[in-house]
């Protein structure tokens, strides 16, 4: 199991990724072997920030919808590319990673807000991540119950 350290740093990389894929869709995945390796020497970093960063993209529509649910009064095109990246890596993880606690989720998402997005992204990504671990909670609530 890769080291607190090691796990941040590959949402770092993970969430630049999903950058590139914003923009370049699918043909950004050939280079993302490039990329990690470019940027990082640590072999358990690269093979996380990639597993990470696709399955989020496999999943990206799912993702996309988590959030517009819980960004109210905010439409997904009109957030800036890194904050709907460390959105869309939140919501991958919140959803598809139950090994990984929320609360970890969340902070780290609030983290890599605060190194590379504006002023505001901070609370703006915690309240939206917050909404959505609420939801698949109480969904997840409701599947039990049935």
Known sequence: MPSTDRRTRARELAMQALCQMDIQGDA????????????????????LADKWSKDAWKVVKDCDSLITVAAVKWELSRLNQ?????????????????DIPAKVVINEAIELAKKFSAESSPGF????????????RTDSDNQCEK
């Open 125 to 136: 990504v915690n309240g939206v991540l917050d909404a959505i671990y609420r939801k698949l």
């Open 82 to 98: 890194v904050d709907r990246s460390i959105l869309r890596l939140g919501a991958y993880q919140l959803k598809y990673c139950p």
């Open 28 to 47: 950004a995945l050939d280079m993302l072997g490039i990329f990690f390796a470019e940027n990082t020497d640590d072999p358990q970093v690269r093979e």
